[in-house]
Structures are given as structure tokens and as C-alpha cells.
């Protein structure tokens, strides 16, 4: 199986996972993507469900197939969400936000009494940061902002380029909450736990995309099949 092959099969795995009844928090990502289209194919056939997307563009998806859909205002406790990963590693540690939806994802996985991470074989890492940590910034005073995280990530070993990110028109990209992104492009990040709680306390940070201790269950493509790995 190729790439997109493999994350579709992870999507149809994780529908092994969810439950008549079940309210879900529904990830952003074009893995994601195939989760909602095969959730909706079960809805059309009668599955009962509510969704939470994680997302303006998820959640117009899940419209469109017919998903039954609430918020987080209405319904504050969910039973499992099933999002992508940039990267994760073998003890489930998350980078997330390459679409830009790493606050949302992470507000709505923290209120879920699962999250189920959906993957093809090339998100799987020994150590995380090849792949540019997204950490989402208030709009005001960014520029002093990416220069704190700078100094911080540099205290816990990480250094490298950190750029605002922009749109396909080279305009600066707007999260679904107003807010900008900045990629940081370490390479690798050699104490995650520590990194994610330093970033995070910086003015300005609202949260970066380092998911620790949050999913508990990776379903992974591979080019035969899909593995499941298990929070330890
Ligand atoms: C969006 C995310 C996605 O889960 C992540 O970017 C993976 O995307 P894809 O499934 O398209 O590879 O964090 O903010």
C-alpha cells in the first residue's frame, strides 16, 4: 500500500473502535479526512453518532456526509477522538499541527477519554522534530514572542529556523481561532516533556503542537496492513 492507502486503512481501523452511541471528537488532516468519509458511510446506514470536528473544514466534511455534529459547549465530555499525527513516536508522543488545527485538536483530545492516533507507516519515528514543530501565537507582539521561544527551545537543545507560516498566496496563515502559526524547524527535539511545557509557558504562546501523554492507541499503516500501538 502506498502512503494514502495506508492512512485509509488506519481510518477504516479505527471505526473498529467506535460504539453505537459514542460522541467523537474528529480530527483535521487528510487522514482524518478518511476517517469522517467512512464514519459517514456508516451513518448514512443508520450508526448512531455525534461529532466534535476539530475544525472549520472537518467540521463542513462531516456536514456534507450527514454527520450528526455538536460542540464542546453542549457536550464537554467525549468518548474517543480519532485524529492524524505529523509525527508520533513508539511511546505515542505527538507533533500535530501541520494543518494548522494543533489548539482545537488538542482542546477537543484532552476532553475525550481516548484519543486514537491514525498514521501511515512514515509518521513513525525514533525521535521527534524532523518534521517543524507548529506552536500557535497570539497575533500581538509575535515577533518578540518567536525570539523568546528561541531562547527557550535553545535551552532545551533545540535550534533551528522559526518562521511564521503563510499561506498559498503568501499571506500570513490564520488559525480557525485568529491566532498565527510559527514553525520551528529543530530537526530534532531531544526532551519533548520539557520542551512542550517551556514553550508553553512564554506570553504570547497559546500552545505548541507537542502532544504528551494525550493519545493512547496508534493505528498504523503499513505497506501490508496496519499495526496498533498501545500507550504503555
Ligand atoms: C492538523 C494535524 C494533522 O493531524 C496532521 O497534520 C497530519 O495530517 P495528515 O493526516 O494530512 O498527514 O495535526 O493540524
Not at 77 to 93: N, S
Not at 150 to 158: I, L, P, T
Request: some cysteine.
Amino acid at each position: 500500500m502506498n502512503a494514502d492507502e495506508q492512512k485509509q486503512a488506519a481510518a477504516v481501523r479505527a471505526l473498529d473502535f467506535i460504539e453505537p452511541g459514542m460522541k467523537l471528537g474528529l480530527g483535521t488532516g487528510s487522514t482524518a479526512e478518511h476517517f469522517v468519509q467512512a464514519l459517514g458511510a456508516r451513518v448514512k446506514e443508520g450508526f448512531d453518532i455525534v461529532g466534535v470536528p476539530t475544525s472549520e473544514r472537518t467540521g463542513q466534511l462531516a456536514e456534507s456526509l450527514g454527520i450528526p455534529l455538536t460542540n464542546l459547549d453542549d457536550t464537554p465530555h467525549l468518548d474517543v477522538t480519532i485524529d492524524g499525527a505529523d509525527e508520533l513516536d513508539i511511546d505515542l508522543r505527538l507533533i500535530k499541527g501541520g494543518g494548522g488545527a494543533l489548539l482545537r485538536e488538542k482542546i477537543v483530545a484532552t476532553a475525550s477519554d481516548r484519543m486514537i492516533v491514525i498514521a501511515d507507516a512514515s509518521k513513525l519515528v525514533t525521535t521527534l522534530g524532523a518534521f517543524p514543530l507548529p506552536v500557535e501565537v497570539i497575533p500581538f507582539g509575535c515577533t518578540a514572542t518567536a525570539g523568546r521561544m528561541a531562547e527557550v527551545a535553545s535551552a532545551w537543545g533545540c535550534t533551528g529556523r522559526i518562521a511564521r507560516r503563510t499561506d498559498e498566496y503568501g499571506e500570513p496563515f490564520f488559525t480557525d481561532s485568529g491566532n498565527f502559526i510559527f514553525d520551528c524547524a529543530f530537526g530534532r527535539i531531544p526532551d519533548p516533556v520539557g520542551l512542550a511545557h517551556e514553550l508553553n509557558r512564554i506570553a504570547g504562546v497559546v500552545d505548541n503542537g507537542l502532544f504528551i501523554g494525550i493519545a493512547d492507541l496508534a493505528i498504523v499503516g503499513t505497506p501490508s496492513g496496519t499495526d496498533i500501538i498501545e500507550a504503555k
